[in-house]
């Protein structure tokens, strides 16, 4: 199997640069790379996965905070 660190979403729903923004602010870098309802996601080598849970948790605040 193939193990990669990028995850492309699409985003439904929600104005992607509005979540671009609010996730910025909240220390999450993500890109838009072709539209901006889809979001690129990258991991370095060296985050750990409880930083990986950590910027989950902040989607989930951020997502919840927009679509409120």
Same mark, same amino acid.
Request: no cysteine.
């Given at each position: 199997?193939? #193990?990669?660190? +990028?995850?492309?979403?699409? @985003?439904?729903? +929600? !104005?992607? !640069?509005?979540?671009?923004? $609010?996730?910025? *602010?909240?220390?999450? =870098?993500?890109? =838009?790379?072709?539209?901006? &309802?889809? @979001? *690129?996601?990258?991991?370095?080598?060296?985050? $750990? *996965? #409880? &930083?990986?849970?950590?910027?989950?948790?902040?989607?989930?605040?951020?997502?919840?905070?927009? $679509?409120?």
């Amino acid at each position: 199997s193939i #193990e990669t660190n +990028i995850i492309y979403a699409k @985003i439904i729903g +929600i !104005d992607g !640069d509005k979540l671009v923004a $609010s996730l910025a *602010r909240h220390g999450v =870098q993500v890109s =838009q790379p072709k539209t901006k &309802q889809e @979001i *690129r996601i990258v991991t370095h080598i060296d985050i $750990s *996965r #409880e &930083q990986v849970l950590e910027a989950v948790s902040i989607f989930e605040k951020v997502i919840s905070n927009i $679509s409120d």
